[in-house]
């Protein structure tokens, strides 16, 4: 906990100075920094007659003379109770914004912390000021100007298998893998992985049922945009037509999944399905027994394993349901792609980019049990996560907390592989997929030094120029679909 410091008013015949140290703010990619001290001279309210330079002409009216300097000392008082007055009311108006917006008070970079739950607010521009704002993007102007590269990543290949099923009297979806199979897992070698969509013995369901019919649709997708509700969680946010090419509307497979109890909501808000199941530009694919009671856990499914949903896709993208996609894919995966030569992108986060950071925010806010939060962050640590340095020019990532609404993979072995154990870690530990997303990169990179997973970290401010971002439509809880 810090407190307010080294405030000081110094108040002298003529001016009342109140200095104030503003904290350094950093914007990724903008590279937005501020540190300057600022000086408020507030003027002391003064007579107009300066007494001690006063002298009578005639040497007479002495009275006249004290009750100019009386009217002086009376008027100076006034003055003062009227500025000390004004002075403590902006202090006050500034304190109660601070505690109705949620925010943190900062003076001479140290904080007051009105509360342990309460965010930041500064006295200068911040980073969380800017989250909000967009940057530019340089996309092609139409798709008829882009054209999928050849052999663009020059990546060594390897097979990847999954493990179908086990015979277990209690199977799960992510199945029972060992530590051992855990450590092998992150070789990029011809191997069979756990990956999800495990069955039991006699091939028993173990979550995640979808109907042949959806998977037949699904199976004959060449490029997909996926996002999912659970629980009721969202608002239907239908992609802007307008942005979206015809070619790419005929072309990429634009698939909500959703649960029954969702479906009947946004049916009773006006989102029924057509005969083919298609509300707008999505394709309402309906998910049975689900395969976590946490819904977030469920939400990573498509999330994370797209590759085994859509098995003949080269492509995919993944949009939050909180988000509404306001670009054409196509030049989507050509910015962030093709010309980056990369297989998987993904946005950094607006304000924290530690993982030490994070585990605080989880904890602070309360977003999953703590002791599960330790003993994965504990765990990470003991195998070798280190803190997150800015100032280390050799910094594998510009981040280790990602912005995971939106994400952009080509669907290469490396890139499936990836997807495979950042989705086991979220099976093991938390479905705080943000504190694992660094242990698992980093893992993999430092396992496979001669197949490295081509990432693309991109600013988080390119992710808000190409979709409209709403709040979900209610708060999240342990038991609240995916945030």
């Known amino acids: 906990m810090a407190y307010i410091s080294d405030i000081k008013l110094i108040r002298t015949d003529t001016t009342l100075d109140l200095s104030q140290k503003a904290e350094k703010a950093s914007f990724h990619g903008g590279e937005l920094e501020r540190s300057s001290n600022q000086v408020i001279m507030l003027p002391e309210r003064r007579s107009t007659v300066a007494s001690s330079s006063y002298q009578n002409p005639s040497g007479q009216n002495d009275n006249s003379f004290l009750l100019l300097r009386r009217g002086k000392k009376f008027g100076g008082r006034i003055g003062k109770l009227k500025l000390s007055h004004l002075f403590f009311f902006f202090v006050s108006l500034f304190f109660f914004s601070c505690i109705f917006s949620g925010h943190k008070l900062l003076f001479h970079g140290k904080a007051l912390m009105l509360r342990e739950h309460v965010l930041s607010c500064y006295l200068i521009p911040s980073e969380t000021m800017f989250a909000d704002l967009p940057c530019e993007v340089p996309l092609a102007e139409s798709v008829n100007h882009i054209l999928e590269p050849h052999e663009y990543l ?209 904890k602070r806010l309360n977003k999953y049990n703590h002791t599960a939060i330790d003993e994965q962050f504990m765990f990470y640590r003991s195998d070798g996560l280190k803190k997150f340095d800015p100032s280390d020019p050799n910094s594998p990532l510009p981040s280790y907390v990602p912005e995971g609404s939106f994400i952009v993979r080509a669907h290469t072995p490396m890139s499936n592989l990836f997807s495979c154990l950042w989705f086991n870690e979220v099976d093991r530990f938390t479905s705080r997929d943000q504190l694992s997303f660094a242990y698992t990169y980093l893992k993999l990179q430092r396992l496979n030094p001669s197949r490295p997973l081509r990432l693309n970290m991109f600013k988080d401010c390119e992710r808000r120029a190409l979709t409209k971002l709403f709040h979900h439509r209610v708060d999240s809880s342990p038991h609240s679909p995916p945030a």
């Open 154 to 362: 020059d990546s060594k290949p390897f097979s990847l298998g999954f493990v179908e099923t086990e015979t277990s009297d209690k199977p799960r979806f992510g199945g029972h893998q060992t530590l051992k199979e855990r450590e092998r897992s992150y070789s990029a070698i011809n191997q069979t992985i756990h990956c999800g969509f495990v069955k039991g013995g006699l091939h028993q369901g173990s979550g995640f049922d979808l109907s042949e019919k959806d998977r037949a649709y699904m199976k004959n997708c060449v490029v997909s945009v996926s996002s999912c509700i659970f629980g009721s969680s969202d608002f239907l946010r239908r992609p802007a037509t307008k942005k979206i090419s015809e070619f790419s509307k005929r072309n990429v497979c634009f698939v909500m999944f959703l649960d029954e109890q969702t479906l009947s909501k946004l049916a009773s808000e006006g989102h029924v399905p057509d005969k083919q199941g298609f509300v707008g530009l999505w394709k309402t694919v309906v998910v049975s027994n689900l395969p976590y009671t946490d819904m977030r856990k469920t939400g990573k499914v498509p999330k994370f394993l797209s590759h085994r949903l859509f098995p003949s896709s080269r492509y995919s993208i993944w949009i939050d349901s909180k988000m509404r996609l306001t670009t054409d894919p196509l030049l989507i995966i050509d910015f962030f792609l093709w010309r980056t030569k990369s297989e998987f992108a993904i946005s950094n986060h607006y304000d924290r980019h530690c993982v030490w950071d994070e585990v605080v925010q989880n």
